[in-house]
């Protein structure tokens, strides 16, 4: 697996890039969206100073060195950022995702997540995991779409919002054998549990 830095990627659509500087305003619409965030560990961001300090921090910092994938989603026609994607170098290889409002139901999530998991098939990553709160479960279906499956679920206190969550987590593997589960989450959770009726153990294969 090779170290990488964001590289660029177009769909018929969309232009998956690094975020810039310049990217101030469009960063601030994303991050600042209450009902977009509401599923997320963080609080929206309430000024542009906020947003500076978190488009620092979570993408222009990482830039600096190869350290991952960290996408701003741009529809062709202007280039102009409507969301994210990132993906984790952690052992967990974390993908997560986010689209402005008005975008939504459009494919733009599905098609931008595809189009980044071809990279990291081609780039050597083994396998992504994504989680969703249970009570949101379009992001589930957006990960379905995606090919990923689910593996577990577990409770989590989420910070910096301090409150329980139970998760889902979807798996994809990609350079690594098909039946291996990251089960990272399951071990460190108090409360873990297969949907379904399934025994906990018995209801993760290679367990």
């Known amino acids: 697996m090779k170290p990488t830095n964001t590289p660029k990627i177009e769909t018929e659509r969309l232009i998956l890039r690094?975020?810039?500087?310049?990217d101030l305003e469009a960063f601030f619409l994303i991050y600042s969206d209450k009902e977009v965030n509401t599923f997320l560990p963080w609080f929206p961001v309430?000024?542009?100073?906020?947003?500076?300090?978190?488009?620092?921090?979570?993408?222009?910092?990482?830039?600096?060195?190869?350290?991952?994938?960290?996408?701003?989603?741009?529809?062709?026609?202007?280039?102009?950022?409507?969301?994210?994607?990132?993906?984790?170098?952690?052992?967990?290889?974390?993908?997560g995702y986010g689209l402005r409002r008005e975008f939504w139901q459009r494919g733009i999530a599905t098609e931008a997540g595809l189009a980044v998991i071809a990279q990291l098939k081609k780039d050597g990553i083994p396998y992504i995991t994504?989680?969703?709160?249970?009570?949101?479960?379009?992001?589930?279906?957006?990960?379905?779409?995606?090919?990923?499956?689910y593996r577990y679920s577990y409770e989590e206190q989420w910070q910096p919002k301090n409150?329980?969550?139970?998760?889902?987590?979807?798996?994809?593997?990609?350079?690594?054998?098909?039946?291996?589960?990251?089960?990272?989450?399951?071990?460190?959770?108090?409360?873990?549990?297969?949907?379904?009726?399934?025994?906990?153990?018995?209801?993760?294969?290679?367990f």
């Open 130 to 149: 994504a989680t969703h709160d249970v009570n949101n479960p379009r992001s589930g279906n957006v990960m379905k779409r995606l090919g990923m499956t």
């Open 46 to 95: 309430k000024n542009q100073e906020e947003a500076k300090a978190m488009l620092e921090d979570r993408y222009l910092r990482k830039y600096r060195n190869p350290s991952g994938y960290n996408y701003a989603v741009c529809l062709k026609e202007d280039n102009i950022p409507i969301g994210y994607i990132n993906v984790s170098m952690e052992d967990s290889h974390d993908f």
């Open 163 to 206: 409150f329980p969550v139970t998760f889902r987590m979807y798996q994809l593997n990609l350079n690594v054998e098909k039946e291996y589960i990251y089960r990272k989450y399951w071990d460190i959770s108090d409360v873990r549990f297969v949907e379904g009726g399934k025994s906990c153990l018995n209801g993760l294969t290679g």
């Open 18 to 22: 690094k975020f810039t500087e310049k």
